[in-house]
């Protein structure tokens, strides 16, 4: 069974600053990774999608890397906003089903 | 393009009444359409993955006969949670997928609703 954990669980940093979110998998089957973001009491946002063959996709001040083999993507922020902050969802796409297994979240808040 | 749209986006009811959530594909023809539920600070679970014309298929520990799901029509899947009770509240989102669209592998997610049962 597909388990997705996301390090670390919350994270808060000052305006400006570069961050890292982790997001690893135990079945490196996949074929495709996504990145969500979700806003309080709101639906969900895509932000990046890795096909399985891809290393990494960028839009704007996101970068997301995928590392099938070893179960790992990262989605790095540069520059962070306050108006990043916001809860950060991973899922892989696993399956005939297309099934999507969400990870565990990293809530974000990006202080003035 | 490649929207989902959820109705209703809130809703209160009573214990013991039914509630239908309503999940439509706005541009495009959503063969398969899956069904989340979301409870405070905790990811998505999935619920059940539903074909057009044909039965759900529900995950493990899910009660069919609690959540029914409809999916009668390539833009329409209805989620309707019956006799509702207080633990029932959660945020319900739903996502649907085109074999057409990015090999029909990605999922285009709703809005989502969420249910209060009083």
């Known amino acids: 069974k597909q388990e997705v954990t996301q390090i670390p669980a919350a994270l808060s940093v000052p305006e400006g600053e570069n961050l890292v979110l982790n997001c690893s998998f135990t079945?490196?089957?996949?074929?495709?990774l996504q990145w969500f973001r979700q806003d309080p009491g709101k639906g969900l946002t895509s932000l990046l999608l890795?096909?399985?063959?891809?290393r990494e996709q960028t839009s704007g001040r996101l970068n997301a890397s995928l590392d099938k083999s070893s179960g790992r993507s990262t989605l790095y922020i540069a520059a962070s906003q306050p108006g990043d902050s916001a809860t950060y969802l991973c899922?892989?796409?696993?399956?005939?089903?297309?099934?999507?297994?969400f990870g565990t979240g990293t809530r974000l808040q990006v202080t003035l | 393009g490649a929207v989902v749209s959820q109705h209703p986006s809130w809703v209160i009811c009573k214990s013991g009444t039914s509630v239908k959530i309503e999940c439509r594909s706005l541009?495009?023809?959503?063969?398969?359409m899956f069904w989340y539920r979301q409870f405070p600070k905790q990811s998505l679970m999935l619920m059940a993955t539903?074909?057009?014309?044909?039965?759900?298929?529900?995950e493990q520990g899910v009660e069919k006969d609690k959540f029914l799901i409809n999916h009668a029509s390539l833009t329409l899947s209805t989620l309707t949670v019956t006799s509702a009770h207080p633990e029932d509240s959660s945020f319900y989102i739903c996502?649907?997928?085109?074999?057409?669209?990015?090999?029909?592998?990605?999922?285009?997610f709703g809005p989502g609703t969420r249910l209060l049962v009083l």
């Open positions: 890795i096909q399985s063959s891809q």
């Open positions: 079945d490196s089957a996949i074929y495709n």
């Open positions: 899922a892989v796409g696993t399956g005939t089903a297309s099934k999507l297994t």
């Open positions: 541009d495009f023809q959503a063969t398969t």
């Open positions: 996502s649907a997928r085109d074999l057409k669209l990015m090999g029909g592998r990605t999922q285009y």
């Open positions: 539903s074909n057009e014309g044909s039965k759900a298929t529900y």
